[in-house]
C-alpha cells in the first residue's frame, strides 16, 4: 500500500515558531523514512513566487501556488510541510477544500512574543514604518477557528509542538507511530 500524502499547513504570525516546529516536525519524519518536502513562505517568495507583494491579492495568490504544489505532491503519498504566515481565512479554508488530506497547524504566540523575539528584525522594521503591511502591525491575521492541532509556542516547549504533530497524524492515520 502507498504512504497516504497529507499537507501539513503551519499558519502564523511572523516568528511564532512555523519554520522551527516544521523543520523539527521534518527530522522525525525523515528518520522514520516518510517522503516529505518542505515549502517554507520565505524561499517559496525567492522562486515559485518571486515578485508578488504582500496586498491580500498578492498574498492570497501565493498561498494559492503554495496550495497547487502541496496538492500535485500529497496525491502522490508525500507528507507536505507548509510553513507561510498565510493570513486569510478564506484562502486557506479553499487550499484546504482543493487538498482534502489537510490538516491545519495554528502556531500560536501572542504578538508581543513575536515581536520580543524578532528573529528577523522585520518586527522593527515594520514598527518604524519602513516596511509597510506588515502582518499583526499593519496588516491583518486571521486566526483559524477550528485547527486540527494548535501550538502555543509561548507556553510549550518545541519537543510538545513537535509530539503534538505527530500525534495528530498518528491519530489521522497518515503515520504509523510516533
Ligand atoms: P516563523 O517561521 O513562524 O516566522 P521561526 O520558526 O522562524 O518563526 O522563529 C520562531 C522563533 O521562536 C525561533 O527563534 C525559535 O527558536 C523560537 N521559539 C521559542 N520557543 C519556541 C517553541 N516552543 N516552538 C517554536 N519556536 C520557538
Same mark, same amino acid.
Given at each position: ?36 518536502? *518542505?515549502? +517554507?513562505? +520565505? ?8 515578485? =508578488?507583494?504582500?496586498?491580500? %491579492?498578492?498574498?492570497?495568490?501565493? *498561498?494559492?501556488? *503554495?496550495?497547487?504544489? #502541496? ?13 507561510? *504566515? ?24 501572542? =504578538? ?5 523575539? +524578532?528573529? !528577523? ?8 514604518? %519602513? ?6 502591525? #499593519?496588516?491583518?491575521y486571521e486566526p483559524p477557528i477550528n485547527p486540527e492541532i494548535e ?16 500525534? !495528530? ?10
Amino acid at each position: 500500500m502507498q504512504q497516504r500524502g497529507v499537507t501539513l499547513w503551519f499558519t502564523g504570525l511572523s516568528g511564532a515558531g512555523k519554520t522551527t516546529i516544521s523543520q523539527a516536525v521534518a527530522k522525525a519524519l525523515g528518520e522514520k523514512g516518510y517522503p516529505l518536502e *518542505i515549502l +517554507d513562505g +520565505d524561499i517559496v517568495r525567492q522562486n515559485l513566487t518571486k515578485g =508578488l507583494g504582500f496586498s491580500k %491579492e498578492d498574498r492570497d495568490e501565493n *498561498i494559492r501556488r *503554495i496550495g497547487f504544489v #502541496s496538492h500535485l505532491l500529497t496525491r502522490n503519498g508525500v507528507i507536505v510541510l507548509v510553513s507561510a *504566515i498565510s493570513p486569510y481565512r478564506e484562502i486557506r479554508q479553499e487550499v484546504r477544500e482543493k487538498i482534502k488530506d489537510f490538516v491545519e497547524v495554528y502556531v500560536n504566540a501572542p =504578538l508581543a512574543v513575536c515581536e520580543e523575539r +524578532d528573529v !528577523k528584525g522585520l518586527y522593527k522594521r515594520a514598527r518604524s514604518g %519602513e516596511i509597510k503591511a506588515f502582518t499583526g502591525i #499593519s496588516d491583518p491575521y486571521e486566526p483559524p477557528i477550528n485547527p486540527e492541532i494548535e501550538c502555543r509556542t509561548d507556553k510549550e516547549e518545541l519537543s510538545e509542538s513537535v509530539a503534538k504533530v505527530l500525534q !495528530k497524524l498518528q491519530e489521522l492515520d497518515y503515520i504509523t507511530s510516533v
